[in-house]
């Protein structure tokens, strides 16, 4: 296992253009997938020289690489390309898919590498953006993400977006645009090519660039739905407040505000939930924009796209192993990225712990999800954990998690953001330091 991943890390050394490549393995309680290295995971990591002229070339060189060490353990790739003078850093979050279905590991190399050309390209396309800073683009269910210099870019940024040819198909079929203020305040509009209207990215906008708004975050990504089901999706806004004044004038903003969505769109009209957690006076009102408080719910959903129906769909082997190898792909981005936010965690509360990170069954429904959890030895630095909690917290809400549930001691985070992976994370106080857990949604791995 350790030859693989050293061999394909002095493979991707040896490429032209490559600055350092470093691997990572790790050892996972459990995996779900018994034709690889039951108990380990790598994860490489790649720089790539700030003027690199050819970076799909690159992308499609590492991802044969990680393709190869595949055969021995389930690896990842993480490729960084520093922006040059002008332009946003790229960051591509690779994972070639196990040979399920393929013919040959040629062929699956070959698609491996296929796949993170077309991603190098889409991140190359929203490098020059205007106000981009990064760009984020990970082999998975995961929305291409944007980061932009401040809110004030938010509208001109998703308005140059729908000029791209490329947008709104492949990596680019949704794109979160992020920033963050000097204040702290954090912004989040996941856009695709019908949502939010021009009218609703502009009030999105102005509500980001307020200085009494903490957080911001809207999804206009439909979420997946089973096939033939009447659909119950829509879009969602979700408003941190700093004072329920301020939370209040914000929900009269949003029920007053007259062009949600054009009819004939395709997209519901988007609910909001507006918050203002201070103590002793929290204040929470949801509704839908555009319509009172209190009114009921829009009879407008709008069904997903269905494939048309056959009389009689034969057994398809290669569909079937699509299917595992996407379920696959999202698992493994799950990985990394519960890995890393456990990671960044510790860099919140000034002290890293050793994170165990596992792909496990699902326990109310059928198949797989991610599930990992650290001790932060915070004791180790300070005599109260007081202020490093605190920390914690406020970077959890930045990332669009709420406080849901209590129980014996221990703190429950939900996900607001429907289109993220994450289901929720878990706080609790140990004689040890900081417990922390984290699972992602689940994904059914059955073709």
């Not at 995971?41 to 590492?62: C, G, H, M, R, Y």
């Not at 408003?239 to 519901?268: H, N, R």
């Not at 997903?304 to 009389?311: F, G, R, S, W």
């Amino acid at each position: 296992m350790t030859t693989a991943v050293d061999d394909a890390v002095e493979a991707i050394r040896a490429t032209a253009g490559v600055t350092s490549a470093t691997a990572q393995i790790t050892p996972l309680e459990a995996s779900a997938f018994s034709a690889l290295n039951d108990f380990w995971t790598a994860s490489i990591e790649v720089k790539i020289e700030a003027d690199a002229a050819d970076f799909a070339p690159l992308a499609e060189t590492v991802a044969g690489h990680v393709a190869s060490a595949r055969e021995s353990v389930d690896a990842t790739a993480i490729v960084r390309l520093p922006a040059a003078g002008t332009g946003a850093d790229i960051v591509l979050a690779l994972h070639a898919g196990e040979a399920v279905g393929m013919t040959t590991r040629e062929m699956a190399r070959a698609t491996a590498q296929t796949r993170a050309g077309e991603l190098a390209d889409a991140a190359l396309t929203l490098r020059q953006v205007e106000h981009a800073t990064r760009v984020t683009v990970a082999d998975g269910a995961t929305p291409t993400t944007l980061t932009v210099e401040s809110p004030d870019a938010l509208g001109s940024v998703i308005a140059e977006l729908r000029t791209l040819p490329q947008f709104a198909t492949g990596a680019l079929s949704a794109v979160t645009v992020t920033a963050r203020a000097p204040s702290g305040a954090t912004s989040s509009v996941t856009t695709t090519a019908a949502s939010p209207s021009p009218g609703l990215s502009s009030l999105l906008s102005e509500l980001a660039t307020r200085t009494d708004v903490d957080d911001l975050t809207y999804s206009g990504q439909r979420s997946p739905e089973a096939p033939g089901a009447a659909s119950t999706w829509r879009p969602s806004l979700r408003v941190l407040a700093q004072t329920p004044q301020s939370a209040q004038a914000i929900t009269e903003l949003l029920t007053d505000f007259e062009t949600a969505q054009p009819a004939g769109s395709g997209v519901p009209r988007a609910s909001f939930t507006v918050l203002a957690p201070t103590n002793g006076s929290d204040y929470e009102r949801d509704g839908f924009i555009g319509l009172a408080l209190g009114s009921p719910t829009p009879d407008d959903y709008v069904d997903a796209p269905q494939p048309e129906a056959t009389d009689a769909a034969p057994d398809d082997p290669e569909a079937d192993a699509r299917a595992r190898d996407a379920a696959d792909q999202q698992l493994q981005a799950d990985v990394v990225r519960v890995t890393e936010l456990l990671a960044d965690a510790g860099d919140t509360a000034g002290i890293r712990g050793v994170p165990t990170v596992a792909i496990t069954a699902c326990e109310s429904e059928p198949g797989e999800h991610v599930r990992g959890s650290v001790v932060l030895p915070i004791f180790e630095i300070t005599d109260s954990p007081m202020a490093p909690a605190d920390a914690l917290i406020r970077s959890w809400t930045d990332l669009g998690f709420v406080a849901t549930d209590r129980a014996m001691g221990t703190d429950r985070y939900t996900q607001q953001d429907e289109s993220d992976s994450l289901r929720w994370l878990t706080f609790r106080g140990t004689a040890d330091g900081l417990s922390l857990g984290a699972e992602s949604v689940c994904i059914a791995s059955d073709g």
